[in-house]
Structure formats: C-alpha cells, structure tokens
C-alpha cells in the first residue's frame, strides 16, 4: 500500500489561501489521490480526487507533482468553517476502493 | 437529494448486548463501505459490499462481527456481545458504480457513536 506524509497541523488566517501538501512518493502509476476532511464530531466530507493533471472544483484545487509523488490541495480563500482534519488518501485501483487512512492534517483558521 | 443516512446517531450498550447499525446509502449507490474511528485516530476499513454481496471483509475482526447490505433495506453492521473495546464511532459511506480504471468518491454518514457500558 502507498504511504503518505502529512504535516501533524498547520495554522492559516481567515481569507487567506492555505497549501496543504502530502507526500506519496510510493504511490503506483493507476493510484487516484483523493482529499477528504472531518469537521469535529462529523462524518468524513469528501473533497477533490485526481490521478496525473491537476483538477478544480468548487471547494478546492488539487495540483498533482509531474512524478506524482507529492500533490497539494489548495484552499483558496479560508473560512472558519474549513477548520478540519484533512486526508490525503491514495486509492489503489486493485484494492476494491478501500480507503488507508493516516492522521492527516489538522487545519486550524485564525479569524 | 439525500444523503447517507445512518441510525441511530448514538448508541448505548451494555457488556454482553448486540449492538445493530443501519446504514442507508444515497439514492443510486451501489457500494457500501464500513469504517471504524477511535478517538483522535483516522479511520479503519472494515468492509466493503454491495447489493446482497461481501466484496471485501479484510478489515472486520474474525468473530462477533458480521455486515450485509440485503436487496432492500438499508445495509446493517452487527457486533454481538459487545466489549467495552467496540467503543467507537462507526462510519459508513457509499458510492455509485465505478468504470474499471476510474475512482469514485465516497459519501459518508454522520456515524453512529457506540459506547460499551
């Protein structure tokens, strides 16, 4: 299974853009990056997947490495509400869709 | 359009009882996932099924453990006699039907929060 690397935390300020970048040098060629984060006391909320290119949609950007073996999600403008744990999770096309989750990020937004 | 709806959202047992999570996945999934979340750790794969089939139990322990997703109803998760260890927040999420060679999100419910007593 490939490993990730996450930072423990990280703090932003509020409207701010915030970079959070994983590491998967391990990752294989068909290995999706998927991002998802848990609010406190929540259900886990998915975020943004890509596999090569890097793709936007309207809560976040994922901008994947040329050699993949490092992605980074992009907030592009931090709320308050955005205060979450943040996962970076490869998703092994072999492994029937199960997700290994690791300790991810804790974002934390400074009003 | 619905989400993925769990019950109940908390869940009081005792030493010995079964306990009984239900799990509805969004209206056109297919595919139900299992997970379990101790306090302050990231969630464990338990088991992955879809309609009246067990794809993968490679994360449920071996004995008192048991999931289906029946043809109608909403997928169940059972544990029977319960230990004061079962304690956790379990998570189950859902997702449609995935081409070979792509990736599909999951949706997740807001848990189900277990305590052994």
């Known amino acids: 299974d490939a490993k990730t690397t996450q930072p423990n935390s990280m703090e932003s300020n509020e409207e701010e853009p915030v970079h959070l970048p994983c590491n998967h040098s391990?990752?294989?060629?068909?290995?999706?990056i998927h991002w998802y984060r848990q609010l406190p006391s929540q259900g886990p909320e998915y975020v943004i997947h890509g596999l090569t290119s890097n793709v936007n949609n309207r809560m976040a950007s994922l901008a994947i490495a040329e050699d993949r073996k490092s992605s980074t999600l992009i907030l592009h403008r931090a709320t308050l509400r955005d205060a979450a744990v943040y996962y970076c999770i490869p998703d092994p096309m072999d492994s029937n869709y199960q997700l290994i989750w690791g300790a991810g990020t804790k974002l934390i937004i400074k009003p | 359009n619905a989400g993925v709806m769990q019950n109940p959202r908390h869940l009081v047992r005792r030493r010995g009882q079964e306990a009984r999570l239900r799990c509805s996945p969004m209206k056109g999934h297919s595919h139900v996932y299992w997970y379990r979340q101790l306090p302050e750790e990231g969630l464990k794969f338990m088991v992955y099924l879809q309609k009246e089939n067990i794809i993968d139990e490679s994360g449920m322990p071996k004995e008192r453990f048991s999931a289906e997703f029946p043809k109608e109803g909403p997928s169940i998760l059972r544990i029977q006699q319960v230990v004061r260890g079962d304690s956790a927040a379990y998570f189950c999420a859902s997702s449609p039907f995935a081409p070979q060679g792509t990736s599909m999100e999951q949706y997740f419910g807001p848990g189900t929060r277990l305590t052994v007593t």
């Open positions: 391990t990752i294989s060629g068909t290995d999706y």
